[in-house]
């Protein structure tokens, strides 16, 4: 079974609840948006998850982050991927995100590598756009944080 572990940033801006979400780069999600964006996660196995995701953060993103974190209850998306997630209060200029690289075959059968970003871009986006953008197996993640956001169980 495969794991990921990711951060589900939040911030207050114009007294709207937005969270932050990174477009997957690379050829396949090249022309797809609806469904297609993420929080900043990735897989792991013998790591901590929360350390995992810190990592993977600063990986996807090149910013580092503290915490607080409030864990989330996993989610299973499509793939059978299990995704564990901690929302944190945070905020960071999506124009600046810097993502690591990636190698694989492209065009696929070609022999050839290509190299391409983790994530190509990035976004604040109010919780209703945010359940058009990312991807549908995460969605729950949004439900929580809502949850979490209402009964004033957030920092």
């Given at each position: 079974m495969k794991t990921s572990a990711?951060?589900?940033?939040?911030?207050?801006?114009?007294?709207?609840?937005?969270?932050?979400?990174?477009?997957?780069?690379?050829?396949?999600?090249?022309?797809?948006?609806?469904?297609?964006w993420s929080i900043p996660k990735g897989e792991f196995t013998d790591e901590d998850p929360l350390k995992a995701a810190c990592r993977e953060y600063e990986e996807e993103t090149s910013f580092s982050i503290a915490g607080p974190f409030v864990a989330l209850v996993p989610v299973k998306q499509s793939d059978k991927k299990t995704v564990y997630a901690w929302a944190v209060p945070a905020d960071c200029n999506p124009?600046?995100?810097?993502?690591?690289?990636?190698?694989?075959?492209?065009?696929?059968?070609?022999?050839?590598?290509?190299?391409?970003?983790e994530v190509?871009?990035?976004?604040?986006?109010?919780?209703?756009?945010?359940?058009?953008?990312?991807?549908?197996?995460q969605d729950p993640l949004l439900d929580q944080l809502e949850e979490l956001y209402k009964s004033d169980q957030l920092p």
């Open positions: 990711g951060l589900l940033l939040y911030r207050i801006h114009q007294n709207e609840m937005q969270v932050f979400l990174v477009h997957p780069g690379g050829p396949f999600w090249k022309n797809k948006d609806l469904g297609a124009s600046s995100v810097r993502s690591n690289n990636y190698q694989m075959e492209w065009p696929t059968g070609s022999g050839k590598l290509g190299s391409f970003p190509d871009r990035a976004g604040w986006f109010s919780i209703p756009m945010a359940r058009i953008k990312i991807l549908k197996g």
